[in-house]
């Protein structure tokens, strides 16, 4: 089997001091000109934040610290879901907004001295677990550990400035000479830090820059008059640390994103037709010889079994779709929370809607603009074209007609229909629940069936045919 997933990974226990996360989540985000939070603007299907919360638990952070701001209800309400489910998650807020030093201090009284404090923003969603770890080693209860990366363009980035191997100070883009803009070696917003040296450290910060706000990198300066080491863990992985900061970053982030997921696939075995054109939101387990065209977006959980083909510009959310079956182009899934199971060798589309509560047995053939709701269709049932099948038990071997739909709603509840093995619904009829229609029964084109039949029996239920032969059509009076 292959997988990509957003779920946690296990991670070995972490040697030495506890680690204590803290995200910095308070910023505006004005250039992404929205009323949305910076941080909820959503990468994969996901809000951005929450990638990051992700990955701050599968570190196994004893207590994973927000600090909020703008927004700071809605984003707290975004990550309500993974307080409920037990993370260790705590929320401060900062206000107003003044500088980064200024944020992790609103942190200070729910950091605990015996850990090790790792800072991380809101806004870059796609760093490792790995490199955190690395990271949390390289600081060793006792030193200030910088993420570090080299750009070409460094411009906007603080500045590493080392003597030797040493760190010195991280001055940033506004603040810095000529000549230290000439540094490639930049700061990438992430850093871990023995927590009883971050605080006194945080308390000595000040305003006298450019800006006039606190920064945290400050702090590196402080380390060395402290005599505590500085180092920094260098990474190539220009991804990891890519903040979003406007529409076009998050844009380009997204398709970074995507590729690196399209990649990992297809290192699996999966077979994609143009891995540029493929969106995966959620967590999607593909067995062998699956093949996926272009334009498909997967989102919530999704499993394909071996030799499942999806076709062109299918959208699938939170479905199964078991061995050999074919879903074909432009056919929407989505299981919800009730999810949808598509048996082994069916057939579904092209055109095509499965809606939560959706279970195909095998050999199950859905054809073009046929919806299904809350409905169970056994071994080998048909509805190729043109009908609504909702609330409702369909037998084996079940042909139901284009243009036939199941009346499951009166206005207040709805009910179920029920129809059995080998029954034969003819094209354009309506079978208004609760009703059953018994094995081996046939319906009539055109009826409207509001009681249940027997087994073997046929049902018609429509006005007799009139016929008025040489009728002549009216005709339109022409203007006075």
């Not at 910088?146 to 080392?162: N, Q, V």
Request: aromatic content about 4%; charged content about 20%.
């Amino acid at each position: 089997m292959s997988q990509i997933s957003q779920e946690k990974q296990s991670t070995p226990e972490q040697d030495g001091e506890p680690i204590d996360v803290v995200i910095m989540a308070a910023g505006k985000g004005t250039r992404m000109k929205s009323s949305l939070p910076k941080v909820l603007h959503r990468l994969g299907g996901r809000a951005l934040v929450s990638h990051v919360v992700d990955t701050a638990l599968e570190l196994r952070a004893r207590k994973v610290v927000i600090v909020t701001g703008h927004g700071a209800p809605d984003v707290e309400e975004a990550l309500h879901a993974a307080t409920e489910q037990g993370a260790p998650m705590a929320f401060v807020r900062q206000s107003p907004q003044l500088g980064t030093g200024h944020a992790v201090q609103q942190a200070v009284p729910a950091l605990d001295d015996d850990g090790t404090t790792v800072v991380l923003s809101g806004d870059v969603p796609l760093i490792a677990k790995d490199t955190l770890a690395a990271l949390v080693r390289a600081s060793a209860g006792r030193r200030l550990a910088l993420l570090t990366i080299e750009f070409d363009d460094p411009t906007g980035y603080g500045r590493i400035l080392r003597d030797g191997e040493q760190v010195q100070a991280i001055v940033e883009h506004k603040d810095a000479t000529p000549e230290q803009r000439q540094v490639r070696e930049v700061y990438s917003g992430i850093m871990a830090v023995p927590t009883r040296l971050l605080k006194p450290w945080l308390a000595r910060l000040d305003n006298k820059n450019a800006q006039g706000e606190y920064y945290l990198t400050d702090i590196v300066r402080l380390a060395t008059l402290d005599e505590v080491p500085v180092v920094a863990t260098r990474i190539a992985d220009a991804l990891q640390v890519a903040g979003v900061n406007d529409p076009a970053q998050l844009a380009q982030l997204e398709r970074a994103y995507q590729l690196r997921q399209a990649n990992m696939l297809m290192t699996q075995g999966v077979r994609l037709a143009d891995p540029a054109r493929f969106d995966l939101r959620g967590t999607l387990v593909c067995a062998a010889d699956v093949e996926i065209d272009v334009n498909c977006v997967f989102e919530g959980a999704v499993s394909l079994g071996a030799g499942v083909r999806i076709g062109a510009n299918c959208v699938i959310a939170n479905a199964r779709i078991e061995p050999g079956a074919v879903i074909h182009p432009f056919t929407h899934i989505d299981g919800e929370k009730a999810g949808v199971t598509v048996g082994a060798a069916s057939l579904v589309g092209p055109f095509a809607r499965l809606r939560p509560g959706a279970r195909l047995g095998t050999e199950v053939h859905i054809g073009n603009f046929v919806e299904i709701k809350n409905a169970t269709l056994a071994h080998g049932a048909k509805a190729n074209h043109l009908a609504y099948i909702g609330d409702a038990t369909v037998g084996e071997r079940v042909n139901y007609g284009a243009g036939s739909i199941t009346a499951n709603y009166d206005g207040a509840n709805k009910h179920r229909t029920v129809i059995g093995d080998d029954v034969h619904i003819g094209s354009n009829c309506v079978l208004v629940a609760p009703v059953t229609i018994g094995a081996g029964g046939t319906v009539g084109g055109g009826s409207t069936i509001n009681k249940s039949t027997e087994p073997g029996g046929l049902a018609v239920a429509r006005a007799r045919q009139s016929y008025y032969p040489n009728w002549t059509r009216p005709v339109k009076k022409k203007p006075a």
